[in-house]
T-cell receptor, first 113, second 109 residues
Framework: DSGVTQTPKHLITATGQRVTLRCSPRSGDLSVYWYQQSLDQGLQFLIQYYNGEERAKGNILERFSAQQFPDLHSELNLSSLELGDSALYFC????????????FGDGTRLSIL | SQQGEEDPQALSIQEGENATMNCSYKTSINNLQWYRQNSGRGLVHLILIRSNEREKHSGRLRVTLDTSKKSSSLLITASRAADTASYFCATDWSQKLVFGQGTRLTINP
């Protein structure tokens, strides 16, 4: 058990809809990272928050947004969903920055119909 | 792209044999990490090796780093069926962790 909790585990929705994925980091970790994993793109870094502030940004679409709350949990919001957004979305946490081991949740599998 | 590339893409060996996976990257790094992913699960951190280190061990795992060749290798000794998984290298670049495409390792009983 990594200590990182992601909900929901599975999400099925339709094109054009909006969903929110939730992540609770491991106790004591200040950084939260979001990744998208698909067969064709592999594991892609989306965004990192550190203690409530955005720290680094990757290939995150404008339709996607995230935030980290004062209790350090994080949410990833995906809107105007397209078929190509179907993927596994992982949250990871670490004590501080990307130079340290990251602890991954088991992901949210998003299916767009 | 800074993305690491693992080689081979897939590896199938008999239980008890050693498995070696390689990773190459393109720019200078502070550290390189290896992760394992079982099917449908999150990634699990295995080992982190810093740019000033050449070799690191953890149980049956041995990681080497050659910064002059911009490459790393992961050796799993005395493989077990439970080692069946995908293995990824990841490099830190511009405050991000960039993952390769992974090596799919299958251990046959």
């Amino acid at each position: 058990d990594s200590g990182v909790t992601q909900t929901p585990k599975h999400l099925i929705t339709a094109t054009g809809q909006r969903v929110t994925l939730r992540c609770s980091p491991r106790s004591g970790d200040l950084s939260v990272y979001w990744y998208q994993q698909s067969l064709d793109q592999g594991l892609q870094f989306l965004i990192q928050y550190y203690n409530g502030e955005e720290r680094a940004k990757g290939n995150i679409l404008e339709r996607f947004s995230a935030q980290q709350f004062p209790d350090l949990h994080s949410e990833l919001n995906l809107s105007s969903l397209e078929l190509g957004d179907s993927a596994l979305y992982f949250c990871a946490s670490s004590v501080a920055g990307a130079d340290q081991p990251q602890h991954f949740g088991d992901g949210t599998r998003l299916s767009i119909l | 792209s800074q993305q690491g590339e693992e080689d081979p893409q897939a590896l199938s060996i008999q239980e008890g044999e050693n498995a070696t996976m390689n990773c190459s990257y393109k720019t200078s790094i502070n550290n390189l990490q290896w992760y394992r992913q079982n099917s449908g699960r999150g990634l699990v951190h295995l080992i982190l090796i810093r740019s000033n280190e050449r070799e690191k061990h953890s149980g049956r795992l041995r990681v080497t780093l050659d910064t002059s060749k911009k490459s790393s290798s992961l050796l799993i000794t005395a493989s077990r069926a439970a080692d069946t998984a995908s293995y990824f290298c990841a490099t830190d670049w511009s405050q991000k962790l960039v993952f390769g495409q992974g090596t799919r390792l299958t251990i046959n009983p």
